[in-house]
C-alpha cells in the first residue's frame, strides 16, 4: 500500500479522530509539545495543517511529510482524489497531487499552514531558534539524509561552537554540489543576455 492508501485506511477506521502524519525523516525537538500542537490545530478550525514547502510568502505549496488532521469527510475526500491523481498519471508523488488538490478553491477553505517553527530544509538554512521539528528534506539519499538530521540536531542542541561548526559544513557541501556554481551561472547567462538584447536594440 502506498502512504495515502495507509493514511486513508486510518482515517476512515477513526471517524473525527484528529490524526499526525510523520515521514521518518523528521525529529522532534524537547520544544515540542502534544499538547500546545492539538491546542494550535483546534484554535485554527481547519480540517488539517501542513508543514509549508518554502517560506515565500507568496508561495501556498504544501509539505504532505507532516501534517496534523481530523479524520472528516473533508480530508477523506482528499486523501481518495490524492489516490486517484497519483493512480491516473505518471506521477507517483502524494505532495505533487495533493497540492494540485488544494490549487482548486473548493479546496481552499478548510486547510492552513504550521508556524515556521516546524521546519524543513527547504525553508534554508540555518533555521530559526526555537523550532519544535526538523524535516530533512531537500536531499534525495538516506546517507544525506543521517548527515542532514545529525547536523541540524548538533546545531539546534549544541553551543555557539557547534552552531558555526554547522553552518560551516553546510556551506561546503553547497559548494561541493555545485549549486552555487549552476547559479552563478544563471545569473551571469541572464545578464549576458540582458545585454545582448541591449545591444541589438541600439
Not at 26 to 36: A, G, S, V
Not at 103 to 115: I, Q, T
Request: aromatic share 12%.
Amino acid at each position: 500500500m502506498t502512504k495515502l492508501e495507509v493514511v486513508l485506511a486510518y482515517a476512515k477506521g477513526h471517524s473525527g479522530e484528529v490524526f499526525i502524519l510523520s515521514d521518518i525523516d523528521i525529529q522532534f525537538f524537547p520544544t515540542f509539545k502534544i499538547e500546545n500542537f492539538l491546542k494550535d490545530f483546534k484554535q485554527a478550525g481547519v480540517d488539517v495543517l501542513f508543514q509549508r514547502e518554502v517560506l515565500r510568502t507568496d508561495s501556498r505549496e504544501v509539505n504532505a511529510g507532516f501534517y496534523i488532521a481530523q479524520s472528516t469527510p473533508y480530508v477523506i475526500k482528499l486523501l481518495q482524489d490524492a489516490i486517484a491523481i497519483c493512480s491516473k498519471s505518471s506521477c507517483q508523488n502524494d505532495q505533487v497531487a495533493i497540492n494540485e488538490l488544494l490549487r482548486v478553491a473548493d479546496f481552499g477553505v478548510k486547510w492552513g499552514f504550521l508556524p515556521k517553527t516546524y521546519y524543513a530544509r527547504s525553508h534554508g538554512f540555518p533555521p530559526q531558534k526555537g523550532i519544535v521539528i526538523h524535516h530533512a528534506n531537500r536531499t534525495l539519499t538516506t546517507y544525506n539524509k543521517a548527515i542532514q538530521l545529525r547536523r541540524v540536531r548538533k546545531l539546534i542542541m549544541g553551543g555557539m561552537l557547534c552552531r558555526y561548526i554547522s553552518i560551516f559544513e553546510e556551506i561546503l557541501e553547497y559548494v561541493k554540489s555545485g549549486e552555487v556554481f549552476a547559479m552563478l551561472w544563471r545569473r551571469m547567462a541572464a545578464r549576458l543576455n540582458k545585454f545582448r538584447k541591449f545591444l541589438m536594440s541600439i
